[in-house]
């Protein structure tokens, strides 16, 4: 059987077994393979390291896409030097994600436009990379999708906001919510405490919970769950937003 045949028939075997990059890349690792003189294993191996990286490619691309992610922006792109008064270090350690597997959370605290989504999206695409399942949501969205499944048959057990390894809840405190969403947010923080990982991101200090979510049992009671196994990185200083026009056009602010 020429040599053609054969090509023809592997490539073949490759379209039923659902191998298309090894199918598209075949030829020319063969013809590089055979001027090298490489072995037949690294000849293999290279076929299959391929293969596999274009599957996480694929993996990753379509997590990403049902996550709910805002943005995709990675740690290497966060500004540090415009926010001095972070612990740099202590940011960068939650990106060994031991607290995912710890089933620990993540809150971010600090006025608007410091970088918390940003540290927060961050950390969700590490976590996607590393195979964990994310989800993003906005606190308001979070309350109106609790509130459309509260008393549905599987309330909300298959959602992602749910079974994600991770979840993010975004710009809580934002908008006050009243005593019933504050009892399904604290469902919520229960049914994932110590059994999944959440990030919370929000303007507010703790001692302004009370305040927010009117309901100040409640409040205590799902900050402790919150806070039990958790990091927690005050942000102080400017809003990345308003770079460049910080004393320009009439805008000031104090600093921290």
Request: charged share 25%; with cysteine; hydrophobic share 40%.
């Amino acid at each position: 059987m020429s040599d053609t045949l054969v090509v023809d028939r592997i490539q073949a075997s490759l379209i039923r077994l659902k191998l298309p990059r090894i199918s598209e890349i075949l030829e020319g690792v063969m013809h590089a393979a055979q001027e090298k003189g490489k072995s037949y294993l690294s000849f293999l191996d290279e076929l299959l390291e391929e293969e596999i990286a274009c599957r996480e490619q694929r993996r990753v691309e379509t997590s990403l896409k049902i996550s709910g992610l805002p943005f995709a922006k990675g740690i290497e792109e966060f500004d540090f030097t415009f926010q001095p008064k972070l612990d740099r270090q202590k940011v960068m350690s939650l990106f060994d994600l031991t607290f995912i597997r710890q089933k620990g959370n993540v809150i971010f605290l600090g006025p608007p436009g410091v970088g918390k989504t940003h540290l927060a999206v961050a950390l969700a695409l590490k976590a996607c990379q590393a195979g964990m399942s994310i989800y993003f949501t906005t606190m308001e969205d979070l309350i109106e999708k609790l509130k459309k499944d509260h008393g549905a048959e599987r309330k909300g057990r298959g959602r992602g906001y749910n079974k994600s390894a991770l979840v993010i809840v975004d710009e809580v405190g934002y908008t006050p919510i009243n005593r019933e969403e504050c009892n399904l947010f604290f469902r919520f923080i229960a049914n994932r405490y110590e059994k999944a990982s959440t990030i919370i991101t929000s303007n507010k200090a703790f001692s302004d919970w009370t305040e927010l979510f009117h309901d100040p049992v409640i409040v205590t009671a799902f900050l402790d769950r919150l806070l039990h196994h958790s990091v927690v990185i005050n942000i102080k200083g400017n809003s990345y937003r308003l770079r460049g026009k910080i004393g320009k056009e009439g805008v000031e602010l104090s600093q921290p």
